[in-house]
């Protein structure tokens, strides 16, 4: 950013100029991609040919639109230039605004610049760590792609089990050492026994019985063996992949709402249901049998050459295709199972779209269209597939026929040998006995490739999950919370989603205890600011302050402790009536319950269920109507005695007369407490300290109901709106009672 | 400790209740606010407009005769048959209809899903419900007898 751009050079004044700053801009006025550079000298603003002289009139301003920033030079008068660039450019504009500014003003004022305050951070305006450079709450987004040798990273999950598995792997080798010794005693059977029978020796029967006896005892001991291993290493990979998916899981429930507002649903379950088994069998069938594989090749292959050197070589032969065959075949693999996965996460996505809005889908009779859509999503993974298994199948025949080959070379050669007289019949024997084992286990092991592929693509998704970090990271030393009075400060907040901006510089000083009601059109920004407050996201710019700390300073959990929080839909988990009120406190006892019941309005339809506060509710248990379920909700929030509490449209879904009585409960619920309610309908906040009218992200009125409504503004136009409406009788009967 | 409560019953065998405030609620309805988890903890008396008019933290802490009255009305509307052994099933995938023998007596019972099998705060205890809405009880399946338990834990 310093550095000299040759331009400067070029023109004839700037030779003593340092540049102060400069922005790199990366599109031109017709928003074609074009790279160029505006530069600050001490004494202009300089753009390639064009330079404007610094001036007390001249000013900077700045502003964004879906995702496109725009930088306008002013003179007071008119538009000077006006230079356009993608968001990515968003700080540095920034940075180039505030240097600009403090130029200008030394030159008009007479004044040395002065130095720039306490570093902030330039994305976020929070002050930065004195010892980095880069917003710990800024700096996180990832943007190298995961390694290919992801496996390797699991074994971080196998390390607390490295005893089992060094035992496993111990087992392993000595089970491949027993099935290799078989084939060996066929050596002597054929060379000691048999051929001397042939050329008139009676048999040795006590050799035979000792050579079947080896057998026989080398076959008992691979099993025990094999049987041992197989068992502790299914033990071991099990629990590795329980720790994965609990461990994903941890993680997923950590990340703020900005991560799961990106991420299809089915898309996560698949993650963490299928890849975690797909990983799962990888390490208890796949890495296992291709460990015993390639112990049984070396080991083979160290035992043919003690044999015969020769005819070693010639069995080997083939293998070096076949590794190269693999290689090949993988490369084509990995971006057909890669392919595989995501559009079966497809599948998942439609089904976990269509079935919660199953009510939709029937009431706009679009059956077809979703079964339609479900079943192009499976010729989708139809086709992949089908693509990807003319490769692979051809794979196995291939392994299968260069095997054959091997043998025929072997035989061959072997017989050859044999009319050299430099080996014995037993030895080609020997050799056949270990080949068609060899052969056999290089099948096998090619099967690894598909697998292995697998297993890694599974592996690359749940670390995708687990590199995540948390939008709203917890810091480093989080400050201890003391109890929190309840006052919230929420200084100069901005908040940008993707590259729309939602609020746009919000202040608002809450006292202890204040009842706020936040008013305005949807969209205006409103439930946002909840979020913010709520620490669901974290401001973009701007800070939120409980007791004067700022809210990035306390652990969220810490503080989300205090927040209780009534939404529009109450979301009821699977379970009794009495765990989902005591859900945000387990430990309440039956006295709480009823307490919290009976403050929410909520303890007479308990009892009136069948199984009274035993009854079963959430995904299965939909018997109960949208006003009984948010005053279990409210239930809910009561019974943790929040300091603050939020209600977020919380009487929107329900009839006047439910209303009525959910507000009551929360009269019952707001004393006390610092309340932030949303409400729509201007009448539920009667009761409201103050009201804060927002639009557009800008709090544009701030007062109780009188003042505003003596002010005629913008509260007074919402609020005759809804009072005609009343008036008026509603045209369409509105839905209530939520399914 | 026992909590003051006048209960009694009318000649038509409905409850009556005179509340401390001295209105008579008629035809008043006991309910239990824990029926599985807690039986005897917290019950209550329900208008019949469905209010709650009367409340007590314990079963054991109202007076004799008002308890008796209760406890005659829970027997009644408690309709709850404990399964004793299951003889035979249908079918492993539901719906399957199921032959079993309970403290009321021999019956059928469809169960409609896995899903109508509750596991009950009790280790062991299983609620059943059928396809009219009735629930069974299985006190204990560890105590079922090996038949009943191989076929139950076919459905768990």
Redesign the interface.
């Known amino acids: 950013m310093n550095t000299t751009p040759t331009l400067l050079q070029s023109a004839p004044a700037a030779e003593r100029e340092t540049p102060l700053a400069a922005l790199d801009i990366d599109l031109d006025a017709q928003l074609a991609f074009r790279a160029g550079r505006l530069v600050l000298t001490p004494t202009h603003v300089i753009d390639g040919e064009r330079r404007w002289p610094l001036a007390g009139g001249l000013s900077l301003a700045h502003h964004d639109h879906k995702g496109i920033g725009t930088l306008e030079l002013l003179d007071g008068e008119r538009l000077l230039a006006r230079w356009r660039y993608t968001l990515s450019h968003n700080p540095a504009a920034l940075k180039f605004e505030r240097a600009f500014n403090r130029q200008r003003d030394s030159l008009v004022r007479g004044l040395p610049p002065e130095p720039p305050a306490a570093a902030t951070c330039p994305v976020c305006q929070a002050p930065l760590p004195s010892d980095e450079d880069e917003c710990p709450n800024c700096a996180r987004e990832l943007h190298t792609p995961p390694s290919t040798w992801v496996l390797l990273r699991l074994w971080r999950f196998a390390r607390p089990y490295q005893g089992m598995l060094l035992t496993g792997f111990l087992l392993t080798l000595a089970a491949t050492a027993a099935t290799l010794v078989p084939p060996y005693l066929t050596m002597p059977l054929m060379d000691d026994v048999l051929i001397p029978y042939q050329n008139g020796t009676p048999i040795d029967w006590i050799k035979v019985a000792w050579l079947l006896g080896g057998l026989l005892g080398a076959a008992v001991l691979a099993w025990g063996l094999g049987w041992a291993r197989t068992y502790l290493l299914a033990l071991v990979s099990e629990r590795i992949g329980a720790d994965l998916r609990t461990t994903a899981y941890e993680h997923l429930l950590k990340l703020s709402l900005e991560y799961f507002g990106g991420k299809r649903t089915g898309d996560l379950l698949a993650r963490i249901g299928t890849e975690t088994d797909r990983i799962n069998v990888f390490l208890s069938l796949h890495l296992l049998d291709f460990a015993t594989d390639v112990l049984m090749i070396a080991m083979t292959a160290v035992i043919l050459f003690s044999i015969n050197p020769w005819l070693a070589l010639v069995t080997l032969l083939p293998l070096p295709v076949i590794v190269w065959l693999i290689h090949i075949v993988r490369e084509k693999l990995r971006t057909g199972f890669e392919q595989i996965d995501r559009v079966w996460a497809e599948v998942t996505s439609v089904l976990a779209d269509t079935i919660p809005g199953i009510r939709v889908v029937k009431a706009f009779a679009q059956e077809a269209r979703e079964a339609e859509r479900f079943r192009a999503a499976n010729r989708h993974n139809l086709d992949v597939n089908d693509r990807l298994n003319r490769v692979w199948s051809l794979f196995g025949p291939t392994v299968g026929l260069l095997t054959e080959i091997g043998v025929l070379v072997v035989w061959g050669f072997g017989i050859w040998l044999i009319a050299q007289d430099s080996i014995t019949v037993g030895v080609l024997t020997a050799f056949l006995a270990y080949i068609s084992r060899f052969y056999t286990r290089l099948d096998s092991m090619s099967r690894i490739v598909s697998s292995t592929q697998k297993a890694a693509v599974g592996a690359k998704r749940i670390f995708d999950i687990l590199d995540h970090v948390s939008s709203v990271p917890d810091p480093a030393q989080p400050a201890v919370l003391p109890p929190p009075s309840g006052a919230i400060r929420i200084d100069d907040v901005h908040f940008r989603y993707g590259n729309r901006v939602i609020l746009k510089g919000v202040d608002l000083d809450i006292r202890p205890g204040e009842m706020i009601g936040l008013v305005g059109h949807s969209g205006s920004g409103k439930s946002t600011l909840v979020n913010l407050i709520c620490r669901f996201y974290d401001p973009s710019g701007g800070a939120i302050r409980i007791d004067g700390r700022d809210l990035r300073s306390v652990a969220v959990a810490d503080w989300r402790r205090h927040i209780g929080l009534v939404l529009q839909e109450p979301f009821l988990f699977f379970g009794?009536v009495?765990e989902n009120i005591a859900y945000g406190k387990p430990d309440a006892t039956?006295?709480q319950i009823?307490a919290a019941a009976r403050a929410a309005h909520a303890?007479?339809?308990?009892?009136?269920q069948p199984?009274?506060?035993?009854s079963?509710v959430g995904e299965?248990g939909q018997s109960l109507s949208g006003g009984e379920r948010q005053r279990i909700s409210i239930a809910r929030a009561l019974l943790i005695d929040p300091k603050i509490l939020i209600l977020d449209e919380a009487t929107s879904a329900v009839d006047t007369e439910t209303e009525f009585e959910i507000q009551s409960a929360l009269n019952n619920l707001i004393r006390g407490r610092t309340t932030i309610a949303i409400a729509h309908r201007l009448s539920t906040l009667r009761r409201a300290d103050r009201l804060v009218v927002m639009d557009r992200g800008r709090i544009v009125e701030i007062g109780n109901h009188d003042e505003l409504m003596a002010r005629q503004g913008h509260y007074w136009r919402l609020y005759m709106a809804q009072s005609k409406q009343l008036d008026a009788p509603p045209a369409l009967g509105e839905e209530r009672e939520a399914s | 400790m026992t909590i003051p409560c006048d209960l009694r019953r009318d000649g038509f065998g409905r409850l009556v209740f005179a509340a401390a405030d001295g209105r008579v609620h008629e035809n008043v309805q006991p309910v239990r606010a824990f029926p599985l988890s807690a039986a005897d903890a917290g019950i209550a008396l329900l208008s019949a407009e469905g209010k709650e008019v009367f409340w007590a933290p314990r079963l054991a802490e109202l007076p004799e005769a008002a308890r008796r009255l209760f406890e005659e009305e829970f027997v009644q509307r408690e309709f709850m048959p404990v399964i004793e052994r299951i003889v035979a099933v249908t079918s492993y995938a539901t719906p399957s209809t199921w032959q079993v023998a309970t403290d009321r007596g021999a019956t059928t019972l469809v169960l409609k899903s896995e899903d109508d099998i509750r596991r009950l705060p009790t280790p062991g205890a299983l609620l059943v419900a059928d396809s009219n809405g009735i629930h069974y009880l299985i006190r204990d399946r560890a105590r079922l007898d090996p038949h009943s338990q191989r076929i139950l834990k076919r459905f768990l």
């Open positions: 009794t009495a039956r006295e009823v303890h007479d339809f308990i009892l009136r199984f009274g506060y035993d079963l299965r």
